[in-house]
């Protein structure tokens, strides 16, 4: 899984707030609802490689009412503060393994990379932090704070503004949603993927580098949520993003020597909802 379900997380985690116009047409949720259904993801082998691999990836979501929301993608949530234009509470995601042999569990076609050779695996990570959206009318701002718990141990914070609406008169209405987002870290963070320490410089052949924090990428993102049935049980989500490797990170020399600034990420998942 490791880099595809990170960079899912990142943009199918914003699909169930992305579409207002939608939301302000269906009833509040009560009582359970799962989701069940998976996808296919392409985007870079790991963070920063300019080398693609395609992946069929699971797509699991638990939600209660209209506060308690629980999957890989959007983490483990409850909105403590919940009204019709602000919700805010905590939050914990999940931040899958880096491992240095490249490998990727869920790899269809590519996968298999070098680069990471020598580099030193970087444990699953569990970010605990809280969250706040703000919506007026079909404009979102949301943003996140996170700590690392093992794995990166280092602090990172999500900003994002989305613009929503629906289009009708091709068949099922779709409900797109596009926006700007831009991500923060602080050194700890940075340097557990982008440092390279002089133990590390000799077994993976680059040159030492000392990450620090601050922007760490920015970039566009747009997703499309389109019902199959009129009761909304089953439904595709399809997802692209671009972002920027900035800073320290996109100066760091697994980027520009084995890899990219520019990362871009497209997938689609079917899913059916059990209410």
Known sequence: MKYALTTAALLLGSVALAFPSQAQEREPLKGWQVSVGAGVLTSPTYEGDDDYDLKVLPNLQFRYG?????SVQEGVGYRLFNSETFSAGPIAKIRFSRDEDGDQTFSVTGGETDDLRGLGDID????AGGFAEWTVGDITLSGEVRQGIGGHEGLVA??????GGRLTGFGPPVFWSAGPNIRLADSDYTSAYFGVTPLQSARSGLPQYEADGGLYSYGLSASAFVPLDRDNRWSLVMIAGYDQLAGDAGDAPLVDLRGSRDQFTFGAFLSRTFQ
């Open 124 to 127: 699953t990570t569990i970010e």
């Open 66 to 70: 209209e506060r308690f929301f629980a």
């Open 158 to 163: 999500d900003l994002g503004a989305s613009y």
